[in-house]
């Protein structure tokens, strides 16, 4: 069924900004021969994508001729061969946690989340391509094979740089252990696993990835745009990538992780808890893209099943679909993944004034509602949680977007 | 040691679970990446282009405001002309104010104050206003010229930044290159010996907007652009703007996305906007930069999608430029690195309208795959499986 779905979605949907980059990437390669340095993610994402569109041009080579769909920007069989790595992604995070929770219910609630058949079969975007190594990371890891686990966990950020999180958490647990020489081969092969993927780079296109992608996650980036965090929302700020407050979160986590560490009998279950709580901060303090939400999902499937908290993993399935909803809504307008172009069907909910502080204020909400599930005493996902989520959107817009109190 | 090298050469015993995950592993990502390979370059289509904007480089140069060479004095009032309707009164002291009411009608209404000014072209003068306008109506402001045989012209179009602006209540700074202005509206137009003749102001009400509105002028006045040559692609000095002038014209058709980049300094508070242009017309604009800590490299880009302003000085008319206008403070060097322009062939929009009414059907499918099947789907598996427990 997920495969129907995010298949069935693909065929007529996608993001014309990211898809038309990952095209045009892509064409440039396989038209004039060029490599594209300047491809706006990591190098790895555009391997994987070079690799799997090369069987798409060996169908055009046939003569094949691919139409396109109403204003979107690609072709509409070129738009499928993009989501095949990532539907293949998502069928292995599926497996991984079914072998893990030996639960079909858990594996189904990542399989079939909203939010992570939208972002995979309707937007396009690679976010499974950095989960599906995570997972196998922490699947590895309580396997006891930590090497595996850590070159996993580079792959991963390798894809998107949040897969450094554990890497680094597990470093810092390693370094704790005093195990030098594990912690030599960790940061060896991390090492060496970059120089491998940005081998290509040198000498071509290594100062303008630095400039333009690294120093951006960093924050140190010349751009000013705009986060959808709630704190660049609220304080007017225009944070360049991540905000300043993401170095606080990132000692902070660091250094719980470390006391946390020293009291728990489960590493698994310290280093899942952690990692889930920096994807919380990242979406707090940094861009905060939309499709950052999916990234607590899988890590909370595979906390709840370790810590017993069933009412935690429910919730991350409402959590995909308020987010998806509030994605589709006011990020980006229904029609926008659907025709290719904004269209605005439902005024009420998707043209208003301060949507995205409605946004981020709901955002928030939820994440700290999380929060609360992974930290406090286990229990059952109620309904009375969709209730406070609502609530908290009308309130937002209530005061918001009607009464105007803040100039957002 | 020899525990090390038994491990090792424990993956490799032929039919050890090891062994065949790692041979299918790795056929698995030769039969990727041979593809990837063999057929790099060999597609026949030619959507996606990319030149390099730095081979069609031509010149460089600096640009700032200079000196005010116009100002107006806000002291004479015979200078200023009005209509008599509708009724308003026009107070000069100072600064100009002119106060109007509109009366209730279901046509739209305006006003206009003119004067006459003799602004030469050849210094492609910068204007700047420093005025404010009461909310509910728009305002703007025109201008009108002779050539140097005295042809007249107006130099203002439809669709620029200083026609129907809407009144915000407050003091607002509006700045404008007069030469890209009339360039604009005059394509064909030789600018030497050109001069603006006439400024006019207006203040404009939609149908059945009526009241009491005013348009007051604090400040009114024209710097020339001066201009500093580069010798190459680096430039060091205090310049309010950058353009970089490329030998031809750059196709308007297809611009995906263009790559500069640069090495800047300049003052702690300088922030800076990227442009492409054809002739007068924006191509792309890139977002707003500041200088970084980490390097003076910057690699910025411009789209086409972000275009919604206009730099303050012009590059070449006659072929494509691309300028640096900085918005706040100064820039102290510039090192032009690299141009990437990047063509992305567009696919034709389909007939018919862009309306809700037209993919009803559409949303619900989409809706449907999207929440319905897997919401359903999961409820179902929750139920099943917890009896099952």
Known sequence: ?408 | MKTAIYSILKIFQFRSKSFRLYWILVLLVLSLAMPAVFLRGTLPQNTATQIDGLAEFASMQGASLGPVTWSESFNNSSEWSVPANPPNVLSISGSLKLSVTFPSTSKAQAISVHRNVNWSLTEIPIITIKARVSTGVSYGVRFFGVTANNTSFAAWREGSSLQHRPGLGTIETVSANLGTETFLANPKLQLTGARITEVLFYLEAAPFRSGSFSLTLYDVHINPTITTPADSLELNGNFTGLVANLKSSVSSQGVFQVFVGLDIKGSSDLSYTLYLTRGASILAQGYTYVPKVATTYELALMLPALVNSSPLFAGNFASSSLIVSAWKGEISYFRLDSVDIRFLATTPSPSAALNTANYNALIFYYFVFLFMIPASTILLLIKVFRDKD
């Not at chain 1, 169908?59 to 204003?71: A, C």
């Not at chain 1, 300043?244 to 250094?255: D, H, K, L, Q, T």
């Not at chain 1, 990234?295 to 998806?324: C, D, M, N, Q």
Request: avoid cysteine.
């Open chain 1, 1 to 408: 069924m997920g495969l129907i779905v995010r298949f069935e979605l693909a065929s007529f949907a996608g993001h014309p900004g990211d898809l038309a980059l990952f095209a045009f990437s892509s064409r440039l390669y396989y038209e004039s021969g060029q490599f594209d340095y300047l491809f706006p993610s990591l190098p790895l994402v555009y391997y994987v994508q070079l690799a799997f569109y090369s069987f798409y041009v060996l169908i055009r080579d046939t003569g094949f001729s691919d139409p396109t769909f109403l204003f979107h920007t690609n072709y509409m069989i070129e738009g499928i061969f993009f989501r095949i790595p990532l539907i293949i992604s998502d069928v292995g995070i599926f497996a991984l946690i079914l072998k893990f929770t030996g639960k079909l219910r858990y594996a189904a609630l990542y399989l079939l989340n909203p939010l992570v058949i939208y972002l995979t079969g309707a937007w396009g975007i690679y976010d499974s391509l950095m989960m599906f190594p995570l997972v196998a990371g922490f699947f590895l890891y309580a396997q006891n094979q930590r090497r595996l686990a850590s070159i996993s966990f580079v792959v991963s950020g390798l894809f998107k740089l949040f897969g450094f999180v554990p890497f680094s958490l597990l470093a810092l647990e390693t370094l704790l252990q005093r195990k030098w020489k594990e912690f030599g081969l960790q940061i060896g092969s991390a090492i060496g696993l970059t120089t491998l993927t940005f081998a290509p780079y040198i000498g071509n296109g290594l100062q303008d990835f630095y400039v333009g992608i690294l120093l951006r996650f960093l924050g140190l980036s010349g751009a000013l745009t705009r986060g959808y965090d709630i704190i660049a929302i609220f304080s007017g700020a225009r944070f360049a990538g991540s905000s300043p407050f993401i170095y606080v979160g990132a000692g902070a986590i660091a250094i719980l992780f470390v006391f946390h560490l020293r009291r728990s009998r489960s590493p698994l279950q310290v280093l899942l808890l952690w990692s889930i709580v920096g994807a919380v901060a990242l979406n707090l303090f940094s861009q905060s893209e939309p499709q950052w939400l999916s990234w607590p999902i899988p890590l909370s499937i595979l906390y709840a099943y370790v810590t017993k908290r069933e009412g935690l993993a429910h919730y991350t399935y409402f959590y995909g679909i308020a987010s998806a909803v509030l994605s589709i809504t006011i990020l980006q307008s229904v029609g926008y993944l659907l025709l290719g172009t904004p269209l605005v069907f439902f005024q009420a909910i998707e043209a208003f004034q301060g949507r995205v502080a409605v946004y981020s204020l709901s955002v928030a909400t939820m994440l700290l509602i999380l929060l609360g599930y992974l930290f406090l005493k286990p229990v059952k996902f109620k309904i009375e949680v969709i209730a406070l989520v609502a609530l908290v959107y009308l309130q937002a817009y209530f005061w918001l977007s009607i009464m105007r109190i803040l100039p957002v």
